[in-house]
């Protein structure tokens, strides 16, 4: 009976695995030759894992990740493409972050570039960082549309409380005024705080052009919060005339590889 009211306690407090791993205890016979301290150690090691991936598939779901499959591990260096594995594997280990650093990921459609951020992004959520991926396109809609009823602050919050942000297609489309005074809002309130990931098949050279072509004094305030003291990783092919998209090579769904 004090084992059950045990168990149902453990419950009410929350520590479900912890009372699942009580239970198992208490029905195996090898159990009573274990000292209690190992066995209650073993308890709470039971619930601090279960909280740990608990906490850890909140993270990836919130992220909302285009390729939530993609690894770091399963990165192919042989595809033909010319990629520096010393310093991607240098930005997994997510000191980038704690520096508040960017990364630009450039390359052609195919090449790899929405795989390979959303792969840093599940490093960082394996570091319990939060992360939210978007598409600059989307991003742009949904701050605009805050701002026409009202809700500006709360969403912008949405895209600037994450320790890493991922935006995808940026700059896919050349911005208007409007959408670059929204973007350098976002930016400016992440600057220093927070990393970002950028996905771009335009180089780094061609960003000024992309931003109300260039001749708005936005685009030098955007590069300039961005351009200092980021990595750059750009996805070249090493043999044009053997290259291999992306999409076949990691089995992806063709509408979602970028």
Known sequence: MTNESTINKLIEMRLTTMADSFRIQKDDVSMKDVPFDDRFGMLVDAEYTSRKNNRLKRLIKRAE??????????????????????????LATCEYITEYRNIFIT???????????????????????????????????????????GTFKTVLKKYTNPLLLILD??????????????????????RKRSS???????????????????????????MDRITYDSYKIDIESADPSKDISMRKVYGLDPAKAR
């Open 196 to 222: 970002t990931i950028f996905c771009s098949q335009f180089r780094e050279s061609e960003w000024y052009q992309q931003i109300c072509g260039g001749e708005s004094t936005l685009a030098d305030a955007i």
């Open 169 to 190: 297609e940026w700059l896919l489309l050349r911005l208007k005024e409007d959408e670059a005074k929204n973007l350098f809002e976002l930016i400016h309130k992440r």
């Open 65 to 90: 990740f285009e390729q939530p499959d993609a690894s770091i591990a399963a990165i192919d260096y042989r595809s033909g493409r010319k990629l520096n594995k010393d310093l991607i594997e240098r």
């Open 107 to 149: 390359g052609a459609t195919g090449s790899g570039k929405t795989y390979m951020a959303c792969a840093f992004g599940m490093e960082a959520c394996k570091r319990y960082y939060t992360v939210k991926y978007v598409r600059l396109p989307d991003l742009l809609l949904d701050i605009q549309t805050a701002r026409d009823d």
